[in-house]
């Protein structure tokens, strides 16, 4: 595959302060990147420069094979598509809005209708065509924001955030619909999220932002599951972090010895284990596992999870489907915790 974007030295500043520092990287034609990290990581900055809606301070951007400059800007800009977090429709009705996009790029007004017809068969909205975009809600929106920008068949699309504002089934609605465009049109998809599972749910591949950097770059069960350090750890929702030692072979802390560490020297490595990769239970848990026991300080319940600490040899986060422990659990209950070796990540 090739590469469609081709980012070397790319930075942003406003005024004194560096918001992106200088980045390198690429994407190849027809992949998704998911770009994750807290808010004011530079996400969005980043985002507005690649589409050329914001000049770089420093750097280069190669789109297409050919170099970003003032000559070439205006055409490669035709060739990519932006979704953001706001939907901004116009008083009008829904066609209307699906085709302003062509009009902006002169298309014939016949052919603009051909295609806001094809456009809304395709997402299966044909009956909203005559509504007026005032009686849509959220999610409906800003599918229709969405279909806006398809229907100019972008090769490059940039969602910023484009799911923040919606409830949970607008935003797998949406999510099927960003699928489809890159499985069915092969188009290249960079999408900016802090929603980490959205991340995994999307990505090829996953970069992590923080500060402006990125810290981390590689396929989502990667980043999820190896993170490279304790703020990508911190940020992709791993609970158990323990600045530990290997001694004997085996990574050990506060007493407890979490897995065996045979390639690894001596010295000091941080234990990275999640939440939900450790068992709860009242009695001693199954060979295979590493088995602690310990006594439960906390005890919460939330939605269908139980959020559980416990204190054995050191205090580990728990988190177990509420109907699958069988057990109830309150602060002093006397319980054994255990994991599978292979879950433990060790840096
Ligand atoms: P993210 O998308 O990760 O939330 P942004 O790219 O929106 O982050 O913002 C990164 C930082 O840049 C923030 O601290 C923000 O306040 C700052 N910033 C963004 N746009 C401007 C601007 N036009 N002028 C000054 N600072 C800005």
Redesign the pocket.
Known sequence: MTDIISVSGLSKS?GKKE?VHPLNFSVKKGEILVII?P????????LRMLDIIEPASKGEITLFGEKVTKHSAHDLRNRMGMLFQKTVLFDRTVEENIALGLSYRNVSREERQKRVKTILEEMEMSEYARRSSRTLSGGEGQRISFARVLVTKPEILFLDEPTANLDPGATRLLEEMILHENRVNKTTIVI?THDQAQGQRLADRVAV?IDGTFVQVGPADEVFYHPANESVATFVGVQNIFTGVVRNGNAVFGGVVFCPAPRIPDGIVQIMLRAEDISLSKREIDAGHISVQGRVITSERSGAFLHITVEAGCIFTVVCPFRQTGDTYVSGDRVWIGWRTDAVHLV
């Open positions: 406003y918001i990290g808010s004011g990581a530079g996400k969005s900055t980043l900016t932002m």
